[in-house]
Each structure stands twice: as C-alpha cells, then as structure tokens.
C-alpha cells in the first residue's frame, strides 16, 4: 500500500465494514442455533450441559450482535451518533450488561472478565 492510500483510510470506514462483517457472523451463529434447537426438540429431554453450552451459544450471538452495534455507532461521523461525554448513551443500544461493561467500564472502572450473567442471556 503507498502512503496515499493509507492517508485516505478512515477509522470510521473500518469500522463500519467491521460492523457488518460481525453482524453477518452473529447471523450465522443464529442459524446454527436454530438448527441445534429444532435437532434438540425433535429428540428426548436434554440434560443441564446441553442447555448451557446451548446458552454460551446465544450469549456469543448476542455478544456479536453488540459488537456489531458498537462498531456502527463508533463509524457514525457526526456527533449526534456518538456521545462521548455520556457513555451510557452507547450503552443504552446494547443488549448484553458484558458488552455495555465494554463501553461504561465496571463498578472499579476497569472492564470484567466473567463470562455472561444468567440474566444477560435471551435464550430462544
């Protein structure tokens, strides 16, 4: 790449084709998901690993669609789209309390480390 062209490289471009390219993921995750639970409802009753490892799989497709989200406001280029001096306004689009931590940081500032919470989860 010539130095032109990288000069002409926008934060707020990559971004958005982040944005969407997260999206697409978070929209396969879904059809993976729908055919997993059409498979398990067809079949006998599971047990508690299935139905978790069922919820990391939801939680993973909310995640990207937060991410998915963040990145397009992040790529907005007027001020009104992104309010810095209220991160709870970018909050407030999110689903996910593990993604919002993302932007609004912890209750010591800083970004946790746990997984999702039973309540984060919108299970099927």
Known sequence: MTNSAQSTLLL?????????????????VFEVESTIGKFISSE???DATTILDLQSLDFLRQS???LSMLNLLL??????AV??????VIAKKLKLQATKVLI??????????????????DFF
């Open 104 to 121: 609004v940081g912890d209750e010591d500032g800083g970004c946790r480390k746990d997984q999702a919470r039973p309540d984060d989860i």
């Open 75 to 80: 790529s907005q280029k007027t001020e009104f």
């Open 64 to 66: 990207f669609e937060d």
């Open 83 to 88: 309010d810095f001096s209220s991160p709870e």
């Open 12 to 28: 707020s471009d990559v971004l958005y084709r982040l944005s969407v390219h997260i999206d697409k993921l978070a929209g396969q």
């Open 44 to 46: 006998a009753p599971t």
